[in-house]
């Protein structure tokens, strides 16, 4: 892609129009902005601007536009795909100061926010009020709503509630062009044209920039209860899922966590567990609701299934602390693995059914490539985190082999009737696996929406999309 450099007089441009203190170009600044939480990838913007209003984010897309610099939206930098990443250089448009909630309609149960608030302080604010959003990803602490928007995110409540889909109403957004938009109504049906809503949602930056964010809340439930089931075999474990469901009962939450993540955390967090030397993984299965009575009904139900898959013993948290220590291991499991080697961490969901299949096709492709696995996650609706480690292999394996053997992990999951990301979705990292599950006529209308929304194609470029084949 051919974009213009930021030459003096764009940059005097920019801060004319946004506010010469909130246009940084010193090298930390640039440095900072350079990276996420995506393996080791750095790429270093020209300019980084931090506005404050959808009128400043206005007139610097339309300067931008006008100039064909590049711009690339970034919100909390807990990102796995890649997608805040400014490979072409250009602007890094971060929102961290888009942090306000502007408004909690109790009488409609919906919120507005602005999207750089923090996800977890949206979480418990609301909480206040006697009020759930349920949309709570493992790195709510420093995630912003924004970025969840911006990827479908979900975490370990989707299996009950669903993603973070089910809860977007409206939201403004700045298009590539500079004009602010609502895209829809704060109302919760909608059948008035094309829902350009759910659109934005997931686009990962590339459509448009999200200012405000309408969602909808839920009255919290006042009781929960968390109980850990321990398995000899991942398999067990995995088969175990769907034969849950089954039963006639919806957990909350319902977590699957491999022995390997399990041990690392411990050390890392210093987490108390009992980890006993026959568990080759967790199943943590957590249900909510206001009446204790129908909540132990639901545990005994699944008590009766996991014995049924061979669990070995099924801990009930017995306290506040020691519940939100079991949540904290789990939560905690990406960094732990992070911690302890190089690796590479791959969003794979499929039918929950599906999950067995899929962990023993993870581990039979490590084999066959050299890598070893450390596998968990979101296992209620299918969703598996996937850390591919190092150990063994040679770095020229690990920098020319090891796609192939990500190449076939998805594969896999497409022929399990899965897709490529669950949450984190496609960004730079996996946007070459998208031929995998999408053909290209599929691709062709995701280009031509993309050309519809930014014609110069300055936001977010280089993302989602791989390369059309060559004629």
Same mark, same amino acid.
């Given at each position: 892609?051919?974009?213009?450099?930021?030459?003096?007089?764009?940059?005097?441009?920019?801060?004319?129009?946004?506010?010469?203190?909130?246009?940084?170009?010193?090298?930390? $600044?640039?440095?900072?902005?350079?990276?996420?939480?995506?393996?080791?990838?750095?790429?270093?913007?020209?300019?980084?601007?931090?506005?404050?209003?959808?009128?400043?984010?206005?007139?610097?897309?339309?300067?931008?536009?006008?100039?064909?610099? +590049?711009?690339?939206?970034?919100?909390?930098?807990?990102?796995?795909?890649?997608?805040?990443?400014?490979?072409?250089?250009?602007?890094?448009?971060?929102?961290?100061?888009?942090?306000?909630?502007?408004?909690?309609?109790?009488?409609?149960?919906?919120?507005?926010?602005? +999207?750089?608030?923090?996800?977890?302080?949206?979480?418990?604010?609301?909480?206040?009020?006697?009020?759930?959003? +349920?949309?709570?990803?493992?790195?709510?602490?420093?995630?912003?709503?924004?970025?969840?928007?911006?990827?479908?995110?979900?975490?370990?409540?989707?299996?009950?509630?669903?993603?973070? &889909?089910?809860?977007?109403?409206?939201?403004?957004?700045?298009?590539?062009?500079?004009?602010?938009?609502?895209?829809?109504?704060?109302?919760?049906?909608?059948?008035?044209?094309?829902?350009? =809503?759910?659109?934005?949602?997931?686009?990962?930056?590339?459509?448009?920039?999200?200012?405000?964010?309408?969602?909808?809340?839920?009255?919290?439930?006042?009781?929960?209860?968390?109980?850990?089931?321990?398995?000899?075999?991942?398999?067990?474990?995995?088969?175990?899922?769907?034969?849950?469901?089954?039963?006639?009962?919806?957990?909350?939450?319902?977590?699957?966590?491999? &022995?390997?993540?399990?041990?690392?955390?411990?050390?890392?967090?210093?987490?108390?567990?009992?980890?006993?030397?026959?568990?080759?993984?967790?199943?943590?299965?957590?249900?909510?609701?206001?009446?204790?009575?129908?909540?132990?009904?639901?545990?005994?139900?699944?008590?009766?299934?996991?014995?049924?898959?061979?669990?070995?013993?099924?801990?009930?948290?017995?306290?506040?602390?020691?519940?939100?220590?079991?949540? &904290?291991?789990?939560? =905690?499991?990406?960094?732990?693995?992070?911690?302890?080697?190089?690796?590479?961490?791959?969003?794979?969901?499929?039918?929950?059914?599906?999950? +067995?299949?899929?962990?023993?096709?993870?581990?039979?492709?490590?084999?066959?490539?050299?890598?070893?696995?450390?596998?968990?996650?979101?296992?209620?609706?299918?969703?598996?985190?996937?850390?591919?480690?190092?150990?063994?292999?040679?770095?020229?394996?690990?920098?020319?082999?090891?796609?192939?053997?990500?190449?076939?992990?998805?594969?896999?999951?497409?022929?399990?009737?899965?897709?490529? $990301?669950?949450?984190?979705?496609?960004?730079?990292?996996?946007?070459?696996?998208?031929?995998?599950?999408?053909?290209?006529?599929?691709?062709?209308?995701? &280009?031509?929406?993309?050309?519809?929304?930014?014609?110069?194609?300055?936001?977010?470029?280089?993302?989602?999309?791989?390369?059309?084949?060559?004629?």
């Amino acid at each position: 892609m051919n974009f213009a450099k930021i030459t003096s007089e764009i940059l005097e441009e920019i801060k004319s129009a946004i506010g010469e203190e909130k246009v940084f170009t010193d090298a930390e $600044s640039l440095d900072n902005y350079s990276h996420d939480e995506t393996e080791d990838l750095r790429f270093q913007p020209e300019v980084v601007v931090k506005p404050t209003t959808p009128e400043e984010i206005s007139a610097l897309l339309k300067i931008c536009n006008q100039y064909n610099v +590049p711009v690339t939206p970034r919100g909390g930098g807990t990102g796995l795909s890649g997608a805040a990443l400014p490979i072409y250089g250009g602007v890094s448009l971060s929102m961290e100061k888009f942090k306000a909630i502007l408004d909690i309609d109790t009488e409609n149960l919906q919120a507005t926010v602005e +999207p750089g608030v923090i996800t977890e302080v949206f979480i418990d604010t609301v909480a206040e009020k006697g009020l759930l959003y +349920p949309v709570d990803p493992s790195s709510k602490g420093s995630c912003f709503i924004g970025g969840n928007v911006a990827h479908g995110s979900g975490g370990p409540r989707v299996v009950k509630y669903g993603t973070i &889909r089910e809860y977007i109403l409206n939201l403004e957004v700045v298009l590539p062009n500079g004009d602010i938009i609502w895209t829809g109504a704060n109302t919760l049906k909608y059948a008035s044209g094309y829902n350009l =809503t759910q659109l934005m949602i997931g686009s990962e930056g590339t459509l448009g920039v999200v200012t405000k964010i309408v969602t909808k809340l839920l009255p919290k439930p006042t009781q929960s209860v968390l109980m850990m089931g321990s398995f000899a075999t991942n398999e067990d474990a995995c088969a175990a899922v769907s034969a849950i469901f089954r039963a006639g009962v919806t957990p909350s939450a319902l977590e699957f966590m491999e &022995r390997k993540g399990v041990e690392w955390v411990i050390k890392f967090d210093d987490i108390k567990f009992d980890l006993k030397d026959n568990v080759a993984a967790l199943l943590m299965i957590e249900f909510d609701g206001d009446d204790l009575d129908d909540i132990f009904k639901n545990c005994e139900k699944t008590n009766i299934v996991l014995e049924e898959h061979n669990c070995s013993e099924v801990l009930f948290a017995d306290s506040a602390q020691q519940k939100e220590e079991l949540w &904290r291991m789990r939560r =905690t499991m990406a960094e732990s693995v992070k911690s302890n080697s190089v690796y590479k961490e791959e969003d794979t969901v499929v039918p929950r059914a599906a999950l +067995p299949k899929l962990i023993n096709g993870i581990k039979e492709i490590g084999a066959k490539y050299g890598f070893e696995s450390v596998c968990y996650g979101h296992a209620g609706d299918g969703n598996l985190h996937v850390n591919i480690i190092k150990a063994g292999m040679s770095d020229e394996d690990w920098k020319n082999k090891l796609k192939f053997g990500i190449k076939e992990i998805f594969e896999l999951t497409t022929a399990l009737g899965g897709t490529l $990301s669950g949450e984190h979705g496609i960004g730079l990292v996996q946007k070459e696996y998208m031929p995998i599950k999408y053909s290209e006529i599929h691709l062709n209308l995701m &280009r031509g929406i993309k050309q519809v929304f930014d014609p110069n194609g300055i936001l977010n470029p280089g993302k989602i999309m791989p390369n059309p084949p060559t004629p």
